[in-house]
């Protein structure tokens, strides 16, 4: 089970971190990714990171601007947002994936994650 929390309004420019708590099944988690969705369209990938090495990935509309990291410990997986622009505005969701490989590439479609959480919804005003 995935928990995603940290969402909520904020002021362009500003700063959020969502947090993913996973639970039960946390044992071979190999990535988790966040997503996000507006009304409407897809479901974008945002980033991702290896649950062991902590190796991560973004997509170029955040790159620089949001950091994904992973405290193992606490099975929870940060996504710290800032300089966030108002086209930032979306539900964001937390997948887990258990089947990639260290050498493989890290997952970047919704369909290559099998776990959920529901989505934080995230507003940022202009």
């Known amino acids: 089970q995935l928990q995603a929390s940290g969402g909520g309004l904020v002021q362009a420019g500003g700063s959020l971190r969502l947090s993913c708590a996973a639970s039960g099944r946390t044992f071979g988690i190999a990535a988790t990714g966040w997503f996000r969705r507006v009304p409407g369209k897809e479901r974008e990938f945002v980033a991702a990171?290896?649950?062991?090495?902590?190796?991560?990935l973004y997509a170029d509309s955040v790159e620089g601007r949001f950091t994904i990291s992973r405290d193992n410990a606490k099975n929870t997986v940060y996504l710290q947002m800032n300089s966030l622009k108002a086209e930032d505005t979306a539900a964001y969701y937390c997948?887990?994936?258990?089947?990639?490989?260290?050498?493989?590439?890290?997952?970047?479609?919704?369909?290559?994650?099998?776990?959920w959480g529901q989505g934080t919804q995230v507003t940022v005003s202009s």
């Open positions: 997948a887990a994936d258990y089947s990639v490989r260290r050498w493989e590439m890290l997952p970047t479609t919704a369909g290559e994650y099998g776990y």
């Open positions: 990171i290896r649950w062991i090495s902590g190796g991560t």
